[in-house]
């Protein structure tokens, strides 16, 4: 496992620069979480590492497999100065821990929802899962094991969220983009829905 964690860091390195912050959680039950924190150009970007230690797996099967499933590190970018976005540092453990906690397998199109800001003040208690192989490229691993996905968070406001589960992910995506939606803006307002 440290191997792999440490094959992750260097992708995350390579593709974002030095992190100039780190914090380490660690829940009941679970593998430690880290959350990096990396600084430039306006914009602080969070990765988790330690979430793709496990493969994730269907929570039905008796015996996980060790080795095969998918493996996965979460990415969230906002823009610096608007907020005290450090405080998402938990919140994102705690959805890297899910897998490991409710057996979920988080992938693209996916919602994960806190049920409380994401940060004090933040108008998002949620997010959707993008597609990963844009800011950081798939760390690919020796065979059987899958590759790490580097999977970015957009965050989402409860209406957001709720459009989302009616019209799937797909449609918020086209209606973000079709109004020029800044999902980086830590306090944007949620996008017209009508």
Known sequence: MADLLALVEARLRTALGEPDARAAVTFLGTDRIEVLRFTGGGLVRYATLGMSAQPMGDPTVVVADP????RAELLLTVRTG?????????????LAASPQVEGLVVAPGASLDLGEPLWPGAPFSSVLVAESGGLVEDLALDEP????????????????AAWKRVHGAAALQERWLARGTDLRDPRRQAVALD
Do not use: C, S
Request: no cysteine; charged share 25%; hydrophobic share 40%.
């Open 67 to 70: 080795v095969r499933g998918p």
């Open 82 to 94: 608007h907020a005290d976005t450090d405080k998402v540092l938990r919140p994102l453990a705690v």
């Open 145 to 160: 094991m899958d590759p790490v996905r580097f999977l970015p968070l957009l965050p989402m406001t409860q209406n957001e």
